[in-house]
């Protein structure tokens, strides 16, 4: 197995303070947006620069961004030391070839003692935001499991704080680079379907085994969560703007906890008569593949295309990594997770009072 260790000669040392990034604003003209339409990023290319990054949280997903980076050190160039947290100390135990003095059980105590050129965020999403806003402080970008905040206020508060960085800022949501939603980019951003105004999707609730899923305080629930990421993913596609109105139906299994469904079936009208419509639910969805209308054609895409693997090269860490080490932020990247926020909790403020609701309603600006 690869070590995390640096062995790099002549690596950098470490860094402190808050280095200026150039901001690449990334626009798009019309409706169509996305990476893939700008020229974006084309996915994790070596560069050479060395990176120091941080992992906090170190359960299921924190231990697969590992695997990740071991995968693009071993066989992709990349060139990096990373260094571990998690309050658990078995879990850090656990990780292999981990220096003891790599590993950290504070969050703020790592960001004190490393200089770190970036870190991915994988703990209980309350945590999200407040670890974000300080990674951003210490002149780290950031890579952060879905959601992005657990409030609206709490969301622009760490956006606005992200823009002023000019530090790459990614939602961990592979879909988003999946070869589906490529296409989907390029039919739109060429006008192959004319003004978007319809577009179907759907994302399935994963079972969860923490606790912390359960608890409200905590966590949107796992529900909520596959809604975000389902959301930033077709948000993706278009520049739409916040949504006049959303309408959800939700539902509550067994398993689920009052206040915290794991079904959400949501509609979200957009400026221009765009229709947004996603389909969360705990058992597989009959209709996954996304489907996009616009009023000059469709564009509906094979059961197969969101099986397509995407290459470590090409996921959402790979895109990330290529930011950092390039030191360019991506505005969109940005705009999709703030947009998203504020689409899940206008459906779930929807699925609670049963009824239409607005941005108004939520006193977004």
């Known amino acids: 197995m690869n070590s995390l260790k640096d062995t790099t000669p002549g690596a950098s040392a470490p860094r402190k303070g808050l280095t200026r990034r150039r901001f690449m604003g990334v626009s798009l003209g019309g409706v169509a947006g996305g990476l893939a339409a700008a ?18 949280g170190c359960g299921q997903q924190g231990r697969a961004h590992l695997d990740s980076l071991r995968t ?9 030391t990373v260094y571990a947290c998690d309050s658990d ?34 703990t209980p999403d309350a945590l999200h935001a407040p670890i974000a806003t300080a990674c951003l402080e210490q002149g780290a970008a950031v890579f952060c499991e879905p959601p992005m905040a657990m409030s609206i206020a709490e969301a622009k508060a760490l956006h606005d704080r992200a823009a002023a960085s000019e530090l790459p800022f990614f939602m961990a949501v592979d879909d988003v680079w999946a070869p589906a939603f490529s296409r989907a980019r390029t039919a739109l951003a060429e006008g192959t379907l004319g003004q978007p105004r319809w577009i179907q999707t759907a994302t399935m609730t994963p079972p969860t085994q923490a606790d912390w899923r359960q608890n409200p305080e905590q966590s949107l629930g796992a529900g909520a969560v596959a809604h975000y990421a389902g959301l930033y993913a077709a948000l993706s596609t278009v520049r739409p703007g916040l949504p006049l109105r959303a309408s959800t139906a939700a539902q509550y299994s067994a398993s689920a906890s009052p206040g915290l469904p794991d079904t959400l079936l949501s509609r979200l009208t957009y400026p221009g008569d765009l229709h947004l419509v996603l389909n969360t639910t705990p058992e597989s969805p009959r209709q996954t593949a996304p489907i996009f209308r616009g009023d000059a054609g469709k564009l509906e895409l094979p059961e197969t295309s969101l099986r397509e693997e995407t290459s470590p090269t090409d996921s959402a860490l790979g895109q990330w990594l290529q930011a950092v080490e390039s030191k360019e932020a991506v505005a969109e990247t940005l705009r999709w997770a703030y947009e998203a926020q504020i689409a899940v909790h206008l459906a779930l403020e929807s699925a609670r009072t049963r009824q239409a609701v607005s941005p108004e309603t939520l006193q977004v600006a």
């Open 39 to 56: 020229g974006g990023y084309v996915g994790y290319t070596r560069s050479g620069r060395h990176l120091r990054l941080g992992v906090v």
């Open 72 to 80: 693009l050190q071993a066989a992709h160039g990349l060139r990096c």
């Open 89 to 122: 100390v078995a879990r850090l135990d656990a990780i292999p070839d981990m220096p003891a003095e790599q590993r950290y059980a504070d969050w703020a105590a790592m960001l004190d003692a490393e200089s770190l050129d970036g870190v991915i965020i994988a």
